[in-house]
């Protein structure tokens, strides 16, 4: 092993002595490496119940996590103390696996060895979120405490008799309610899997092979760099599933380019971040709420995902239709260095790096668990990693893939033990039941008050917390109440999950355009307004839900026909609105024309209206649509030029 080689297993720290780093670097990879391996032996043989594997893995991530932030501290004290929280979240995994007969042999009862190892679980919580996550979650955790312990202070239908600590053991650490509940489980079966499938495939180089394909799809179309930008970054984004690590992965090859043929720096970042937000929602692996609405929802994975594939696509649709439309207000040119050439040595040379990609798909097509399709990517990724020398990987490799797994998941791991231990709550007190109630009764028994709360209550839950964390108390608290008024289920969920995902390009969060924004050089603020602007159609797109669930997959074939075209036909004229351009620029009276279009087009359907009137209003809009095209066609600009 090189030195260089050997440096790149270390963790970064500027406060560890070198002795120290090694030694924290190595338990760092023992516990990688080990988690990766109980992860895929559940996977793939499974038999080990779902309390013990639950508990296994979060007391191995968390340990993980107390040596993961003991290297970003600066005092040698606090190190020490996280090197002692560490041994101290080794604690619940190994004591449930001993005493786990014994606990169910009394039902789960709660012993005080029981309380002590709850209340050492309920402290390694509390720390791993707050350094992993932050403040909000920490906060809603102490709330949900102090609501279940001191419940009967608090007069009316809200207050109840109170939870003991014995009651509190029982339900958050003894069952698979709390801490180890579903949402553990999708984070041990799906999340860390499809990570490591993701970390694997970027290092045998796939997410090179999305690049070069999109530039040669796009590159001699104006503005080419930008679109190349938008579809590549949508294509890695869907392997690993995060914004912000999509922009740092593409955004160093893509804004630099597109800085290059003309693009401000503040475009070009936009552009990054809203199409690396793409991934997010864009089948196969999506983000990792994906996984928790398919176990919430009670359906496959398989089935979340091809219902999110027109949605996806719309989007990317509108994004990619901004783009062109921006390149031609701004005269670029195309990509000199891409086209059908690039394509073609693309295919021909690295195309066998998309099979790992075509035998997860194609398994879960075929009907294997997410899991079994996952593993089985892995291996193929494996297999073929040798055919090139550039592509090949070795040992080294993947004990960094491992730890960039760990890494990327520590966040996400924190924020659904907390939400756990808040839904738990939930649960036990009824709370989730009334507050669906109160939601009800605040949007006056109206669907779509209620959805205007669910988007403002998901917005800002997306602002201060994971998305998963945000979907699954708005899955427990908010979407009973849109079911209650006649939405379907999966669009429902989809609704909470699209609204939670937009904080990463709206202000003040907008992590993914503040990433953007540091590698273009714009500032971060104009950044993501820009972005926002770009990618304004995820905040119409879950609207749609409701009115055209055909967008969904949901319905015959004929309504789901129907609301595709629909759905693209007004996607495209309200793109073209905002965007303010078409051939040439747009007055704003053609500007609200084509918004309006849009809005007719999509038109609500609800319980007062007839369909007699549905088709009325959408026609309208596609007749004003085909007008103002025509209006703003060359051919009609010249035929006025000669009659002039």
């Known amino acids: 092993m090189t030195q260089t080689t050997f440096k790149s297993l270390l963790l970064p720290s500027e406060y560890l002595g070198r002795k120290e780093q090694l030694v924290v670097s190595l338990l760092f990879s023992v516990l990688a490496v080990s988690i990766t391996g109980l992860v895929l032996y559940g996977a793939y043989y499974g038999g080990i119940t779902a309390l013990l594997l639950r508990s296994s893995f979060f007391s191995l991530v968390a340990c993980a996590a107390m ?128 990570g490591l499938f993701g970390a694997i495939l970027t290092k045998i180089g796939t997410g090179e092979v999305f690049v070069d394909i999109a530039r040669g799809l796009t590159g001699r179309v104006q503005g080419g760099p930008g679109l190349s930008a938008a579809l590549s970054s949508a294509l890695l984004g869907s392997l690993n599933g995060s914004a912000v690590a999509n922009v740092v992965t593409t955004g160093t090859f893509t804004i630099p380019l597109m800085k290059r043929v003309g693009y401000s720096p503040k475009l070009a970042g936009a552009i990054e971040a809203a199409a690396s937000s793409a991934g997010q929602i864009m089948p196969p692996v999506m983000g990792a709420a994906a996984f928790l609405m398919a176990e919430m929802i009670g359906i496959t994975y398989a089935e979340v995902a091809l219902a999110a594939l027109v949605p996806a696509l719309l989007y990317i649709l509108a994004l990619m239709v901004s783009v062109r439309l921006e390149a031609g207000r701004l005269g670029l040119q195309p990509d000199t260095e891409a086209g059908w050439q690039l394509l073609k040595e693309t295919l021909k040379s690295k195309s066998y790096l998309l099979l790992p990609l075509v035998a997860l798909v194609g398994l879960m097509i075929s009907g294997k668990s997410p899991t079994q399709a996952a593993v089985m990517g892995i291996v193929v990724g494996l297999v073929i990693s040798p055919w090139r020398a550039s592509t090949r990987i070795n040992w080294v490799d993947l004990i960094e893939s491992c730890k960039e797994t760990l890494t990327n998941t520590l966040p ?50 997306g602002m201060g917390l994971p998305t998963s964390a945000a979907y699954l108390l708005l899955a427990v608290l908010v979407a009973p109440a849109m079911t209650t008024l006649g939405m379907e289920t999966l669009s429902a969920h989809m609704f909470i999950f699209y609204f939670g995902l937009v904080s990463a390009i709206t202000p003040p969060v907008a992590l993914a355009a503040y990433a953007a924004a540091t590698i273009s050089g714009a500032e971060a603020n104009e950044t993501a307004i820009e972005s926002m602007r770009l990618g304004f159609v995820k905040l119409l797109i879950p609207f749609l839900f409701v009115t055209m669930p055909g967008i969904l997959l949901i319905g015959d074939s004929l309504s789901i026909t129907i609301a595709i075209i629909v759905a693209t036909l007004a996607t495209v004229s309200l793109s073209i609105g905002f965007s303010g351009w078409l051939g040439s620029p747009l007055s704003w009276v053609k500007r609200i024309g084509f918004i309006a279009a849009g809005i007719l087009i999509a038109w609500p359907e609800t319980a007062t209206n007839f369909s007699t009137e549905i088709i009325a209003l959408r026609l309208s809009g596609l007749i004003l649509l085909i007008a103002l095209g025509f209006i703003t066609s060359p051919i009609c600009k010249r035929s006025k030029t000669q009659i002039a």
């Open 412 to 461: 996400i791991v924190a924020a659904v033990a907390s939400a756990g231990i808040v839904i738990g709550v939930l649960n036990l007190t009824g709370m989730g039941l009334m507050v669906s109630g109160l939601i009800i009764e605040v949007g006056d028994g109206n669907l779509w008050g209620v959805l205007l709360l669910t988007a403002l209550a998901s917005f800002i839950l």
């Open 67 to 194: 040596i993961f932030y003991a290297a970003k501290q600066r005092s040698s004290l606090v190190r020490g103390i996280f090197y002692i929280l560490s041994l101290i979240a080794l604690i619940p995994g190994p004591y449930l696996w001993n005493s786990y007969i014994d606990i169910i042999m009394r039902g789960a009862m709660s012993v005080p060895d029981d309380i002590w190892v709850f209340l050492a679980l309920v402290l390694i919580v509390f720390v791993f979120v707050k350094m992993a996550v932050g403040r909000t979650l920490v906060v809603l955790m102490t709330v949900a405490f102090a609501y279940a312990y001191f419940g009967y202070l608090i007069p009316g239908q809200y207050g109840h008799g109170g939870y003991d600590l014995n009651r509190l053991t029982s339900t958050l650490l003894l069952s698979t309610e709390g801490v180890y509940g579903v949402p553990m489980g999708v984070a041990v079966e799906y999340i860390f899997l499809f």
